[in-house]
């Protein structure tokens, strides 16, 4: 039975007009082999979207003004889309690239992030019923004005899954330059496992913890449109690792994965005094500046007064620690701001942690076996992170990927 | 009086974040320093449509689907508008950028070309009353399902003279690298005067007559709207050229200015039979190929047969012989093909004309007396065209500006 799937294609994979060539053989034989409509999204070609930037940096000489920004960047997909048609349209099926007005892709502003509100798949039908394949921008949507908008880093995923899910949950494969999610990066674990399978929430706590694979916000979307995912190699045709609500045996390996993100920084305030409000004030103190923080620990230190430990992007640690200044300096009572500015994040990920409860502890134990000192350490149903210095880091991920994974 | 007037930058213009820094620098001075309301638009950075046509010519490897290969230059206007607009913005003013779907700027395919039907000035209107300048991408227009089109080489200069149509006729600034038309190339004659002055009519020949500062189709539409066009340098602020329906004095100089095309070929078929039909064919037969043709004469040739020569792109004569071929080939009565491809066309432009009969002879005898060949001739109502080998078009040229505007 003919289907329609979605097939989105990165950067990297779009780079130059070989590999654009390369794009078109493969969704042209994917339709004369399987009778599949196609609907295929792109990113930008690699380099593009930096060379936009940099423009932008050239004008700006500090921060662009946010619509002008997503017109501009806006337009590496309108280029690499065209470009993609194109070449689909010379392997010998029509073909149509259509921008997020177009799709009426529509955004909607909340919390300086842009996110899809509404997709209009009536046109991307017309042309399927057509045997047209729709080539569609990724990473651009609109606002009601019709004014272009961003859909962030890794936001050609968000709009592949959008458009999947406005097509009634189609399947949505994620075309990359690595042939699937492994259980640790590679280049780190040689001995790392490719998943076949991984759960939404899985995948969710691996892409906010640091996978590079697919921005967390595709994998949310997915999970609420029941939308089957799939992350693949674009340049061969290897079984990629799907996605799914459940699968046979996720409860029996404890960890899927392990992901580590060596750019975060702390900032910890000590001596703070037993008052309520006040680990409130400093997070709001942040937000007013715009910074995101990723762990969020507080507990009892020494001599009863309360400490309160927060990890966040290096990139905001000074512009972090000026907007606590104020907060520590006009208090009489001796709270103390301090920071390192060297600390990665682990998190270990797994459906199976729901029902070993101790995971946090036997980190602990193998880390501290190996000399290894954790800072901070949460936990959620199915995933641990802890903070330490990132020198070693690295060290610590092949140990508990050693432990968790290949022992197993 | 607070006026709305329509600014247009070129390519050269906008070619670097310097320059466009001055557009904007320029723009803002001009906003403070008179009150008008500002409406801009630009073209692509300079390189940046042949750089997107290099792309276009890598995948596709021959002739472009257009629907895609109007997408994808579309792209270059998108990023000089977000610039612009940036720069503006960094220069104290509000300012957004505008692409065609956003103005609704609506062509209507004819002939080949995408002619602009209508332009809805709503949205620009809007953005003027609270004093944001609007910065609109030149070049692009949508077609009646959304989707991109273009408006041809310099067609920038058609969609600032559209908008300023739509906006009641608008005085339009078309800012360039020259500043204003000359009486001939000055490379080409050192003596060449600016023209305060001109014509719609004036500068509708010269356009379309290979004077490169404005396309030919922005001048037709400005006269038909009466849109007061000026042509002026981005660089400098002197007084341009102001093309305008009558000047003072107009009839009196003969000859305004003078412009050769040194690209084109000549076709001749000679011996052609006496028969109603016979240039009827050879036009239909290169129209279809789509091949335009610049003069055409005919003339009684030897034997009481006659001739018929045409001029057109030097690019295209290969492809029209080979149309024409089967037209001769199939024929016993002997007609021949004839072809020259280094033909050069020089024209002769002045309002002045219409009242001074008699210049086509001059010419003869200007160049005659200079061993000068003549090949063809066509006159209009205020312009006198010849065809000649394009190795003495030079020298011609230099000869008649001499004898009609320096030594008057």
Known sequence: MSRTVVMKFGGTSVGTTERIAAVADRVCKHVQETGDSVVVVVSAMSGETDRLISLSNAVNQGKPPVREYSQ?????????????????????????????????MITKRSFGQDLILDVDSSRIKELLAENIVPVVCGFQG???????????????????????????????????????????????????????KLTYEEMLEMASSGAKVLQSRSVSLARTFKVPLWVCSSFSNEEGTEIVEEYPGMEEAIVSGITCRTDEAKLTLRNIPDEPGYAGAVLSALAEVGINVDMIVQSQGESGRAELSITLDRADLSRAEEALQGLVENRLDGVRLESDAKIAKLSIVGEGMRNHPGIAAKIFEILGANKINIELITTSEIKVSVALSDEVAEKAVQILHQHFVENR
Chains 1, 2 share one sequence.
Do not use: W
């Open 72 to 104: 501009l960047l806006a337009s590496g997909e309108m280029v690499s889309s065209a470009l993609t048609s194109m070449a689909i349209q010379k392997k010998g099926l029509k073909s149509h690239s259509l921008m997020a007005h177009q799709v009426r």
């Open 142 to 196: 609109i606002d009601d004005k019709g004014d272009f908008t961003l859909l962030g880093r890794g936001g050609s995923d968000t709009t592949a899954v959008a458009i999947a899910a406005a097509l009634d949950s189609a399947p949505c494969y994620i075309l990359t330059d690595i042939d699937g999610v492994y259980s640790a990066l590679p280049k780190l674990c040689p001995k790392a496992k490719k998943l076949n």
